[in-house]
């Protein structure tokens, strides 16, 4: 019996032995043993080389079958998931010049001004050549005393220089236009330091609180600490839509109660500005015109006000529409009697045809265009190149259809004159 008990317990521990030996055996193969310190660091260095492995000599590659190269943009990659699947990085549209932006702008001008300037001159320097591009110019709203003048002047340099091709003629007439346009300081004055004052006037519906918008914006964009006064209190949207402006740009507006004298507006606008330490005061103005007198009284006003505290207004700018025309400069000569107009803010030129708005205002007017609006969102706001407007203006037609495609687009044009 004892004999029998110990051979069951020789065979129990027996089978205990093969069993435990077949499990390490499996382990084993799943699962490397522990290493010693010493030994991991000596197996590790053999797995992972620490220097990349040596560059073969392309005489050994010759041969070889070389991986293919994966293209990331090859539309076939785009659903499988491979690494090599069309990955989307958006790429920077380049900035925009301002004579690329003004080219694609003044598509409308261009087409009917441009076009038929060098249209007229196609059959050479004739009488009929000479009464076509008198008639252009005055279509243009250059203005009819303004366009003799040009043509007369033109007509004897043509002669007096010999040149006797249309193209020469159209060339000689950008050079004209060019020195008309150079004549003007543009700059928009800031005072070196304190609270800045630009006074803008204009009527109603030509952009007024659009452009004050855009400036704004652009000015704390530039890092400028911008306040717009409300001063036009008879319209109680003109102050909502300021205050919208003012929101967008990161600019306090201050504005008075619905029929507030407009004067205490501009005044409390210009001690707020101080207050905060604003570099740049926007006066925002009436425009209504079915009471002349009185508006301009108020205008007046406004500005004496604000000029006893401030001093004198930096820049009092006059915002005309350009698609107005004649009639434009007509208004424009009221607010000239009772204000000192230091520049013009020319707006909606991107929606005219006619561009030689720019010289009558200049001409009629003896006032600079300093700056242009070329659409109604606030980066379209330039300051006003002359050379690129007359380039625009002159450019190939055949440029028109690209540049009706990307007008859209809007880039940064240069400082305000920070
Ligand atoms: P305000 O009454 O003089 O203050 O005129 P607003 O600023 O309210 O502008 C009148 C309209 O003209 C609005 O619809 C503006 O979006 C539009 N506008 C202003 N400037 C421009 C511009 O440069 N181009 C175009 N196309 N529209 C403009």
Known sequence: MDLAIELVIAIVIGVLVVVAGGLSLLRGR???PPLAD???????????????????????LEGVERPQLIDLEDPAL????????TSVVEVPAPPITPAERFRQRLTRARSSFGTSVSGAFRRGLTDEAWEDLEETLIGAD??????????????????????????????L???????????????????????????????????????????????????????????????????????LWGERAGARVVRGAEGADPAAVAFDGYQAARADGANLLLVDTAGRLQNKTSLMAELGKVKRVLERESGPCDEVLLVLDAT?????????????????????????????????????????????????????????????????????????AEQDVDAETDAGGSGGASALGA
């Open 38 to 60: 010493a030994e991991t660091a000596a197996e590790l260095r053999k797995q992972a080389p620490v220097a990349p492995p040596p560059v073969a000599d392309p005489r050994e």
């Open 30 to 32: 799943t699962r490397r």
């Open 173 to 243: 007439l950008k050079e004209v236009l060019r020195l008309e346009l150079a004549v003007a300081d543009r700059t928009l004055h800031r005072r070196p330091r304190g609270t800045t004052v630009w006074l803008v006037t204009g009527v109603n519906g030509t952009g007024k609180t659009t452009s004050i918008g855009k400036i704004a914006a652009r000015a704390t964009a530039n890092g400028d600490h911008v306040v717009l006064a409300a001063a036009d209190t008879f319209r109680a949207a003109a102050a909502e839509q300021l205050e």
């Open 142 to 171: 250059v203005g009819v005393e303004a366009t003799t003048e040009l043509v007369d002047g033109l007509r004897s340099r043509v002669r007096a220089e010999g040149i006797r091709t249309g193209e020469g003629a159209v060339a």
């Open 78 to 85: 785009a659903d499988t998931g491979t690494p090599g699947g």
């Open 324 to 396: 107005t025309g004649q009639n434009g400069l007509a208004q424009a000569k009221a607010f000239l009697d009772t204000v000192d107009v230091s520049g013009v803010v020319l707006t909606k030129l991107d929606g005219t045809a006619k561009g030689g708005i720019v010289v009558a205002i200049q001409r009629q007017l003896n006032i600079p265009v300093k700056l242009v609006g070329l659409g109604e969102s606030v980066d379209d706001l330039a300051e006003f190149d002359p050379d690129a407007f007359i380039e625009a203006l002159f450019g190939p």
